[in-house]
């Protein structure tokens, strides 16, 4: 993997001899920092100067958050695997039917519900996963870029569980998914109209489709403003572009045989990667320099 590629405006160095030369405001209230000692508090606010003078980059962020960043993004990836696991085991159950090892009912609606009920614990897991992922910073000073869209994606997140667990509903009900799929008439006193069945089991499909491809987009927006801390132009310019094209693969993309759909689901996962790798580097460095500190300070007690 190649190095962070710095953004135009990252943080230069802090000034030499302890007193910022520059006219440099304050992340926090915006007064001029120049000729005030870098080690030094704002006047204005009490901020600490050397906080403003590196930004918000996560090198400097509490490690606990940069931490919980890290543990966030892998417990999505996880989560991510799900419906790999649903299709596995779906391909595999309906192996054994044709060798008559079990039976139609365990191949047909047993992994109908299987599959809706791996995908509603992946969505689950992948909600504990981004609601780590998009935890505020308690250090963040000035104006946060990933508010807005840390909000949107919880949003969305909540929205996509409760979809999961409608398609789960529908998964259980005998003939209800099957219809709007396959077109198979349900008879007896209870069963439901034709009409009714596909009307309820294709908004739900069409819904969870487009919350999917919500907060696919939502998330790609929410990495691009994190790989500004990273900082990383390759990693955001790669996330900006997936704000759209995920969307669309996800919807749009059924056209295509329905491996718009699959494509979309790979490119999240690399998304999230390299942002989980970046993160990573981030831990590995904050750590170095944290032992190398640690190592000096013992160096100068023990002389």
């Given amino acids: 993997m190649s190095d962070p590629i710095p953004l135009d405006d990252a943080v ?7 007193v910022v030369a520059e006219h440099r405001p304050c992340l926090a209230c915006g007064y001029d920092l120049h000729g005030l000692s870098s080690r030094g508090v704002c006047p204005e606010c009490g901020a600490q100067v050397e906080r403003s003078l590196r930004g918000n980059l996560l090198e400097f ?5 940069t931490r919980t960043l890290h543990h966030g993004a892998i417990t999505i990836e996880w989560g991510a695997f799900a419906p790999i696991l ?4 779906t391909i595999g159950v309906s192996a054994l039917a044709q060798a008559g090892q079990t039976t139609a009912f365990v191949a047909g609606r047993g992994t109908e519900v299987l599959g809706a009920a791996l995908s509603a614990v992946g969505a689950s897991v992948a909600l504990v996963g981004w609601y780590l992922f998009t935890r505020p910073d308690p250090g963040q000073i000035g104006t946060d870029a990933g508010e807005k869209a840390r909000r949107w994606v919880r949003v969305v997140l909540i929205a ?22 396959q077109a ?32 696919a987009g939502l998330g790609a927006w929410y990495i691009a403003t994190l790989a500004e801390r990273v900082p990383d132009l390759a990693l955001r310019q790669f996330a900006r572009t997936m704000i759209w094209l995920l969307p669309v693969l996800a919807t749009v993309g059924w056209i295509a045989c329905g491996l718009g759909p699959l494509a979309a689901w790979i490119l999240s996962i690399i998304l999230i990667d390299k942002c989980r790798r970046q993160v990573r580097d981030v831990r590995a460095r904050v750590d170095e320099r944290r032992m190398l500190d640690e190592a000096i300070t013992t160096h100068r007690s023990g002389a």
């Fill in 86 to 89: 649903a299709a596995v085991i």
């Fill in 184 to 215: 198979v008439t349900p008879t007896g006193p209870g069963a439901t109209p034709p009409l009714a069945a596909i009307i309820v089991a294709s908004a739900v499909t069409i819904l969870s489709a487009g919350v999917s491809a919500a907060r």
């Fill in 160 to 181: 996509e569980v409760v979809m999961t667990l409608a398609a789960l509903v529908v998964a259980m009900i005998p003939g209800l998914s099957r219809t709007a799929t």
């Fill in 12 to 18: 230069p160095p802090l000034p030499t001899g302890g």
């Fill in 61 to 65: 962020a509490n490690p606990e958050h």
